[in-house]
């Protein structure tokens, strides 16, 4: 990996966050005066710009084509993706329960996206559909269908799985976020490797999304009659579930050679301390323990 190849992505991580810190902080007082879908839109464009620029400054874009066109998809990598995305979902949601018990925190908040969208009382099909479907897409598109794919070129796939799941859940800018994006993010990663295209991330990120969804509203509404006593207990049977379906299909999709194999890239290792090593990404860390850590941005 060239240095100024390292330091255009970077920059582009640098950017989205940026971008997402500033979103979050204007968000509370712009939907006071606009409704849900001007939060689509902030997160919209927090996506949207990095990868306009990415696109634009990276060399070798004949790289990426391959893995943006629409995936050939068979019922048993649909069936595959569904049950992966909703097992990965419903530990996800265990994970956040046991930050939540032990931080001590007022209220127990899910996230479904990178820029949470904070619904009013008055919820349209049209916000829901969008705060769905539009997360899931760029989201995918930046960080699976552009950054996976780029590394995926310069380091093994062990190195490239390790630093997207990081890269993706420190992007929530939170530490309390941090474990259940960390989860969520290698489901994301691993399933967009393994069957080749980012378009199966994204249709399991669009139904992790709707179970998040889902999940936050009968908190909102059940809370107080104590839902929470039994609910993680359920979501260990669900993801267990889940998984069991998900490695009885994997042993169909075997059969038929449907899953890629680990790569080994040499200089690897090389590759990797240019990446890490640049000045945007020891910035974008910076920003990040600025934010989530220190808490002065």
Known sequence: MKSKSALRLCLSLFICFALLIGAQSLLPNILTLYPEWFGILLDFAA?????????????????????????????????????????????????????????????????????????GNSISVLAVFGAIIVPAFLEELYLRGYIQTFLSEYMSTRQV????????????????????????????????????SFWYAVIAHAISSMLYLFLGWILSKFMLYGILRFLPALAVIFALLFFYIA?????????????????????????????????????FLFVFIAKAVIGII
């Open 47 to 119: 996506m949207l710009i990095p990868i306009f620029l990415l696109h634009l400054l990276m060399p070798r874009k004949e790289v990426f084509r391959p893995k943006l066109r629409p995936a050939r998809m068979s019922a048993e990598m649909l069936g595959f993706t569904c049950c992966i995305a909703l097992a990965i979902t419903w530990l996800r949601f265990d994970v956040d329960y046991l930050v939540y018990r032990i931080t001590g925190a007022s209220e127990f908040t899910l996230s479904f996206s990178l820029l949470p969208i904070p619904f």
């Open 161 to 196: 799985l390790v630093l997207i799941t990081v890269i993706s859940a420190m992007l929530y800018g939170s530490l309390p976020a941090l474990p259940g994006g960390l989860v969520f993010a290698f489901g994301m990663s691993w399933l967009a490797f393994v069957l080749g």
């Open 247 to 283: 490695l009885r299909l994997a042993e169909r999709l075997m059969l038929r050679q449907a899953f890629k194999k680990l790569h080994y890239v040499q200089h690897s290792d090389y590759s990797f301390s240019k990446f890490a090593g640049n000045a945007a990404a020891l910035a």
